[in-house]
T-cell receptor, first 113, second 113 residues
């Protein structure tokens, strides 16, 4: 069965500093990986995905994620965080045997001015 | 704007009452999903519909029923609401293939008293 772990409930960074949100996954075959962001009182919005190809994937709002097969990780990164990046971030995975996405528990990011 | 529309946005029910959450998408997506979001638990799948005419149970189906009325609409029914069903409910849709993520609605905040 597929699963996702987000080991940090909260991440706090200062504006202008690098931001990293961690995600590890477990699948039986090749993974299809996604990141979503949720702003307060809103639905989830798609940020980026990894299907195949380059291990570094670029997405919306200056975010990128690095796929590492040996470490089964897909960490979300932003070189310089903004206060407006404060939100709840979800990692999700799907393997080839299941078209449904499995979501992590989410990581709350707070960027202080 | 194209997307997933959920109604209502807010609802308060008394224990034992019934209600139906409505969801409609206008992207011609094949698959639709109902999730509930609870603090610290991320998103949990209640029911899904891989295609028009089919529905299947997810992780937490007890106390819920669904109807895929047509390709556009996927409703979630609570037959006898319980306080444990207090949550934020999200509907999502997808083209259904392995490469595609989900498009989410803005959610329904349900309180059962």
């Amino acid at each position: 069965a597929q699963s996702v772990a987000q080991p940090e409930d909260q991440v706090n960074v200062a504006e202008g500093n690098p931001l990293t949100v961690k995600c590890t996954y477990s699948v039986s075959g090749n993974p299809y990986l996604f990141w979503y962001v949720q702003y307060p009182n809103r639905g989830l919005q798609f940020l980026l995905k990894y299907i195949t190809g380059d291990n570094l994937v670029k997405g919306s709002y200056g975010f990128e994620a690095e796929f590492n097969k040996s470490q089964t990780s897909f960490h979300l990164k932003k070189p310089s965080a903004l206060v407006s990046d404060s939100a709840l971030y979800f990692c999700a995975v799907r393997d080839i045997n299941d078209y449904k996405l499995s979501f992590g528990a989410g990581t709350t990011v707070t960027v202080r001015a | 704007n194209a997307g997933v529309t959920q109604t209502p946005k807010f609802q308060v029910l008394k224990t034992g009452q019934s209600m139906t959450l409505q969801c409609a998408q206008d992207m011609n997506h094949n698959s639709m999903y109902w999730y509930r979001q609870d603090p610290g638990m991320g998103l949990r799948l209640i029911y899904y519909s891989a295609s028009e005419g089919t529905t299947d149970k997810g992780e937490v189906p007890n106390g819920y029923n669904v109807s895929r009325l047509n390709k556009r609409e996927f409703s979630l029914r609570l037959e006898s609401a319980a306080p444990s069903q207090t949550s934020v409910y999200f509907c999502a849709s997808s083209e259904g293939g392995l490469f595609y993520g989900y498009t989410f609605g803005s959610g329904t905040r349900l309180t059962v008293v």
